[in-house]
């Protein structure tokens, strides 16, 4: 009777894949901070760093150089710049989401009466949990 070989675990094929996994995530987590409309985050001596982003919708709103009157409002990443179209199209979100809930991002820059259009229009079709980002301040 011939004498078996004993097969062994080949650990190069599983080192691979782990390796192609980690550049994935990698990519994939550039490609999404880059997608991001760019805005300077308000400092805040009391912010807190949320426990729970999963499940919110992100709002960003930036200062229009060309009218400073007008600012530039995107849902994740898709132009919004019609407060009426903003809050029907939250509307049609919160209709198939009932518990919605908005990140808001916006520009220091911006005057307070901007950044409360845009909280009024989520006001409007009932969403109430809104987290507005900010950074921490050092001290």
Do not use: W
Not at 48 to 72: H, S
């Amino acid at each position: 009777m011939p004498k078996s070989e004993e097969t062994g675990f080949q650990m190069a094929p599983l080192i691979d894949m782990v390796f192609l996994l980690l550049i994935f995530f990698m990519c994939a987590s550039q490609l999404n901070q880059l997608d991001r409309p760019k805005i300077e985050v308000p400092v805040a001596d009391n912010a807190k760093v949320p426990e729970d982003l999963a499940g919110r919708v992100t709002i960003t709103v930036q200062v229009n150089e060309e009218n400073e009157e007008k600012p530039l409002i995107y849902l994740g990443n898709q132009p919004q710049n019609d407060l009426k179209k903003l809050g029907k199209y939250v509307q049609d979100v919160r209709a198939n989401r009932p518990d919605l809930r908005v990140h808001l991002r916006a520009d220091k820059r911006l005057k307070h009466r901007q950044v409360r259009d845009v909280m009024e229009a989520c006001a409007d079709v009932g969403i109430n949990d809104i987290i507005i980002a900010t950074y921490q301040s050092a001290e």
